[in-house]
């Protein structure tokens, strides 16, 4: 069983920058990608950005070049470091794992509250 908690959301302003973190726990870290996602109130959930066990990464059109996703083997972490903040991007995000056999993302945490004042 794969356990996931987030950690690093908060309330910033626009332009600011935070960093989010996931530790991964339970399997072994290197047969997952990992992702995070979003999701506001009334939208769907969203993949913001995810990183194979080899560290390709892709990242939605709607962050590319402000968010950078990377992950850390010897530590399982992953961080999602977001900087240029939009009001836009205000939402809670989840970090979450796909083992490298299958189609969907079968592990998620709990989420992490992302505000961002204008």
């Known amino acids: 069983q794969v356990e996931l908690a987030e950690s690093g959301g908060g309330l910033v302003q626009a332009g600011d920058s935070l960093r989010l973190s996931c530790v991964f726990y339970?399997?072994?870290?290197?047969?997952?990608?990992m992702g995070w996602f979003r999701q506001a109130p009334g939208k769907e959930r969203e993949l913001v950005a995810a990183?194979?066990?080899?560290?390709?990464?892709y990242n939605a059109d709607s962050v590319k070049g402000r968010f950078t996703l990377s992950r850390d083997h010897a530590k399982n972490m992953v961080y999602l470091q977001m900087n240029s903040l939009k009001p836009e991007d205000t939402a809670k995000y989840y970090c979450?794992?796909?083992?490298?056999?299958?189609?969907?993302?079968?592990?998620w945490g709990q989420g992490t509250q992302v505000t961002v004042s204008s």
């Open positions: 339970g399997r072994t870290f290197s047969l997952y990608t």
């Open positions: 990183i194979t066990s080899g560290s390709s990464t």
């Open positions: 979450a794992a796909r083992h490298i056999s299958a189609s969907d993302y079968d592990y």
